[in-house]
């Protein structure tokens, strides 16, 4: 048997391409739409009989456009701008292309010798994100050499992983008895962290308008012994909103409690002149997450937590001896185990580090206000229909809507319709008492009459007829 070639070899890669790039445009023909139609089991059925024998005796070589092709007609499509229920973008071409780059160069940033360049990389951008957030370098100093008050950050897998270290960086700062305190509209993940961490049970406040009550945590405050670890939220899943953030910085700073902002959606909006200002009070908490594979085009994953103290990363320190030895360490052989809770992990750096170059502030931004805009357009297009009732003008790019008179009953089914039939991907969320449709827009491309088009098939599925 012939020994396969290596994906570092560009001759046996290009055609291998050709084929991913043919059978990507099969399966997208064969889908027709952005998602498969035929519900769960239809899916399953189509993708079994076209995988066969997973690991068979003698290796088939047209499997790698076999499986390409199933798994594309079986996939979700967050380019089609039918498909808008979750925060799932649509990655750029050029970041999609840099992270081949990362698969073929297979870098490890488990110590310098495996990712001696990716290392520094990673060095550079982070650094350069931190400032984002936190403004505490001149812009164009991000190749400054690091000092106790420069911000830092870490690569993550999303804002899950961000959120996780954020609380565990609050635990060793502050003590094993430290107890969460977030809103009602908190992502699931911080109360998850708080639990896998031995945390005390976290505290939720209310948040009656979908945004957390400044009042209300002013009080949980009062009444609760510390340490406290505060969690905002800067772009919510349900409604894309935001918190109050400077009013509850301010309760923090009187109460010494130390804030953590999840701004695994909304953080994008720091590249916008236009939005930038709603994150206004970013920068005094202490943690910050951010996802750029959600408002930053992003493949997954692209996750970071910045941090205002470098300081608070010295429990991240960790010795092994065969990845950062103490004379290598001395001889100046940087020490990456520092640097993530993770230890073999891929340069997911290089695809928002070619993103942000080639974009630069200016595209990236464009990108933000063309998707605020278009939801702030879908809203006013349901706020003018008969047919529809708007829960909120946008804050991001979220948009909740519902049929005028329809019952709970009538818009979870109309949604699963439209998910069993492949014609539109629309999210769910419970507010007020009521079921709402969430409209997700995140893709750049998506159009006024795409919109138009949604809301007409929701139509005709609520009232029982057919679209022509």
């Known amino acids: ?223 609760l012994p510390g340490p406290h670890l505060v969690a905002a939220t800067a772009g919510t899943t349900d409604a894309g909103l935001i918190d109050p953030l400077p009013e509850i910085a301010a309760v923090c700073e009187a109460h010494r409690a130390r804030l953590h902002i999840d701004a695994a959606y909304g953080g994008g909006l720091l590249f916008s002149t236009r939005h930038r200002a709603k994150l206004t009070g970013l920068s005094a908490a202490g943690t910050v997450t951010l996802d750029l594979h959600k408002l930053g085009w992003q493949p997954v994953a692209a996750g970071i937590l910045a941090v205002k103290d470098p300081q608070d990363l010295t429990p991240l320190h960790h010795h092994a001896d065969y990845l950062n030895a103490d004379d290598d360490t001395e001889a100046g052989l940087p020490d990456l185990l520092g640097r993530s809770l993770r230890t073999s992990r891929r340069p997911d750096v290089l695809k928002i580090a070619v993103t942000l170059k080639t974009l630069g502030r200016t595209g990236l931004g464009a990108l933000v206000d063309q998707v605020c805009d278009r939801a702030r357009e879908f809203a006013e297009l349901l706020d003018t229909h008969p047919g529809f009732e708007l829960y909120d003008r946008p804050t991001i790019s979220t948009v909740l809507f519902r049929p005028a008179h329809a019952t709970d009953d009538a818009i979870a089914t109309t949604r699963r319709q439209l998910l069993t039939t492949g014609r539109a991907v629309l999210g769910r969320t419970r507010l007020d008492g009521r079921l709402w449709l969430k409209a997700t827009l995140l893709n750049p491309h998506t159009r006024p009459g795409d919109l138009a088009a949604l809301l007409k098939l929701v139509e005709h599925l609520v009232e029982g007829t057919t679209p022509r």
């Open 1 to 223: 048997m012939t020994t396969p070639p290596l994906a570092s070899a560009p001759d046996a890669l290009r055609p291998l391409l050709d084929t991913v790039l043919d059978a990507l445009r099969e399966g997208t023909r064969a889908r027709g739409g952005p998602l498969p139609g035929g519900g769960p089991e239809a899916v399953a059925t189509r993708l079994r009989a076209a995988v066969g024998d997973v690991l068979p005796q003698e290796g088939d070589p047209e499997a790698l456009r076999h499986l390409v092709r199933a798994l594309t007609e079986g996939s979700a499509d967050p380019a089609d701008p039918l498909c808008a229920a979750h925060l799932h973008c649509p990655p750029l071409a050029v970041a999609a292309a840099a992270d081949l780059a990362v698969s073929v160069l297979n870098p490890s940033l488990d110590s310098w010798d495996q990712a001696p360049a990716a290392s520094e990389l990673e060095a550079l951008v982070t650094r350069a994100l931190a400032n984002e957030v936190y403004g505490q370098l001149p812009r164009g100093a991000g190749n400054c050499a690091t000092s106790p008050h420069t911000p830092a950050a870490l690569v993550t897998t999303g804002g899950t992983e961000s959120n996780q270290v954020a609380l565990l960086l609050a635990r060793e700062s502050l003590g094993a008895n430290v107890r969460l305190i977030c809103g009602t509209n908190a992502h699931h993940s911080l109360p998850r962290s708080a639990w896998l961490l031995g945390l005390p049970e976290p505290v939720t406040v209310p948040a009656p308008a979908g945004t957390m009550d400044p009042a209300a945590l002013d009080a949980a405050l009062t009444e």
